[in-house]
């Protein structure tokens, strides 16, 4: 019961976060350029807790089918972000009104609801398994939620929906994320597939969606980020097996 309780009060840290950032694109005012930081930090973050943490966990419970099933997790968020979608990629949508179609706005909100669903398992799976795992897991999902929102919200102002109907993209993918939450811990003798299929998302999100938006930003800087995300999970690993 304890354990169920505190996975569900990560998870919502983790669909606030989603919520939190969708606000900051309704705000118009408010300054948001430190959101790039978090999609690089996020980046190598996730990167590091997918193949070191989720990767070798996975496989060494479940020989021979990890495989398979971290190849499905990677496939399934390319299919509903990529595939089903035409156009969609993390951060502000700058582009403009004909190429970013109502429908269009719609279809990246489903994809993105699909995802964060994942990240809600993700959380799940991890502290079913062991509170350090989860807690890494956490804070790898926790790092690319603001801009998650944020990015959800601004494809729906650009594809010309409302500041409201905005605000309820970010929410939904919040929601979404508690459903994950939910459903891992309802079906908990199913975490070791949850836990291959989200390593699979895990790597898709960090080397796909996040590492892109890192390189189109000009100089090295942003890109060195990405290595003190690296670093940040060793922090936290380090002070989980009790250093200090
Ligand atoms: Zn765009
Ligand atoms: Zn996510």
């Not at 706005?105 to 502290?127: M, Q």
């Not at 594809?159 to 993918?173: E, H, N, P, Q, V």
């Amino acid at each position: 019961m304890e354990l169920t309780f505190s996975i569900f009060a990560y998870g919502l840290v983790a669909a606030l976060a989603n919520v939190f950032g969708g606000f900051l694109i309704v705000q118009r005012d408010w300054h948001r350029g430190f959101l790039k930081y978090f999609v690089a930090l996020g980046s190598g973050y996730m990167l590091a807790v997918a193949t070191l943490e989720m990767i070798p966990e996975s496989i060494s419970r479940m020989r021979p089918h990890a495989a398979l099933l971290i190849l499905g997790g990677y496939l399934l968020v390319h299919f509903f972000e990529h595939t089903i979608t035409p156009h969609f990629h993390f951060g502000e949508e700058i582009h403009s009104h004909e190429v970013m179609n109502p429908a269009v706005g719609l279809s990246s909100l489903f994809g993105l609801i699909i995802h964060t669903f994942f990240d809600g398992v993700s959380i799940a799976s991890g502290f079913l398994i062991s509170r350090p795992l989860g807690l890494l897991i956490f804070v790898a999902v926790l790092l690319h939620k603001i801009p998650e929102g944020f990015t959800v919200a601004s494809v729906m102002l650009s594809s010309g929906r409302s500041k409201r109907f905005a605000m309820i993209a970010a929410i939904s993918l919040g929601v979404s994320t508690l459903l994950g939450v939910l459903l891992m811990t309802m079906t908990r003798h199913w975490v070791n597939y949850g836990l291959p299929v989200t390593a699979g998302v895990a790597l898709y999100v960090a080397a796909s969606d996040l590492i892109p938006e890192v390189n189109k930003e000009p100089g090295f800087r942003m890109a060195l980020v990405v290595f003190a995300g690296v670093i940040f999970f060793s922090f936290t690993k380090w002070l989980l097996e009790g250093g200090l």
